[in-house]
């Protein structure tokens, strides 16, 4: 399987469990990697035929920017639930970051991998 990836695709938004969070836009980031097969987008030189990462990272900025999240669980599954049924994504492994979360470490942040059978019918 071919993989397409985006790394550190940067938005602002609101999230967090604390009063100021609430409150306060603070700067995500996330790595995408994205399972996709590319052999016949490489045969007709078409976007069409794969998958657009620019459509994705508009997309997923959007939607980080527009919503309000107390856990990094929450937003994290709520974007590889959007890759999945808008983009037809098969598989996505997302890295969200949230820098600045904690005063003595440069970064805390959570890993997921979801796949389309996880918001099929049933695991929805």
């Known amino acids: 399987?071919?993989?397409?990836?985006?790394?550190?695709?940067?938005?602002?938004?609101?999230?967090?469990?604390?009063?100021?969070?609430?409150?306060?836009?603070?700067?995500?980031?996330?790595?995408?990697?994205?399972?996709?097969?590319?052999?016949?987008?490489?045969?007709?030189?078409?976007?069409?035929?794969?998958?657009?990462?620019?459509?994705?990272?508009?997309?997923?900025?959007?939607?980080?920017?527009?919503?309000?999240?107390?856990?990094?669980?929450?937003l994290a599954e709520q974007l590889a639930r959007l890759l999945v049924e808008e983009f037809g994504v098969s598989r996505v492994a997302l890295t969200l970051h949230k820098p600045g979360a904690l005063s003595d470490a440069d970064d805390v942040g959570m890993k997921i991998v979801r796949t389309a059978a996880d918001f099929s019918g049933a695991a929805a």
């Open 1 to 74: 399987m071919d993989k397409i990836f985006i790394t550190a695709l940067r938005a602002e938004t609101v999230i967090g469990i604390y009063d100021w969070e609430k409150a306060t836009r603070q700067r995500v980031t996330v790595d995408l990697e994205l399972d996709t097969d590319t052999r016949r987008a490489a045969q007709t030189d078409d976007i069409a035929d794969t998958i657009n990462y620019k459509s994705i990272s508009k997309r997923l900025v959007r939607f980080i920017e527009e919503s309000r999240y107390e856990l990094l669980e929450t």
